[in-house]
Nanobody
């Protein structure tokens, strides 16, 4: 059974930093592209960042570009996202996603991030 387990969410002040992790179980991690999405209250889910299987290609949503960094460690089946210069509009539930071309898409349960004083 495939599981994506996010960790690292919490409360951070505006301008602060937070790091998220997502560890995958039950799939061949190095064959899957990994992404972070977020859904703010009352908003649609949006892409925060994505990374290719080998880590050589990274994609960022416009709202997080130059502030967030995605990375992965295939030896640990884990993808990370470092979030700097956090803004109040970054308050959202952050979801990890794994997908393989032509294959199923897997989602984690999400990690809540709140940006507030």
């Amino acid at each position: 059974q495939v599981q994506l387990v996010e960790s690292g969410g919490g409360l951070v002040e505006p301008g602060g930093s937070l790091s998220l992790s997502c560890t995958a179980y039950g799939l061949n991690f190095r064959d899957h592209c990994m992404s972070w999405y977020r859904r703010a209250p009352g908003e649609q889910r949006e892409l925060a960042a994505g990374i290719s299987t080998g880590g050589g290609t990274k994609t960022y949503g416009d709202s997080v570009k130059d502030r967030f960094t995605i990375s992965r460690d295939n030896s640990k089946n884990t993808v990370y996202m470092q979030m700097n210069s956090m803004r109040p509009e970054g308050t959202a539930r952050y979801y990890c996603k794994a997908n393989q071309i032509g294959g199923p898409v897997y989602w984690g349960q999400g990690a809540q991030v709140t940006v507030s004083i």
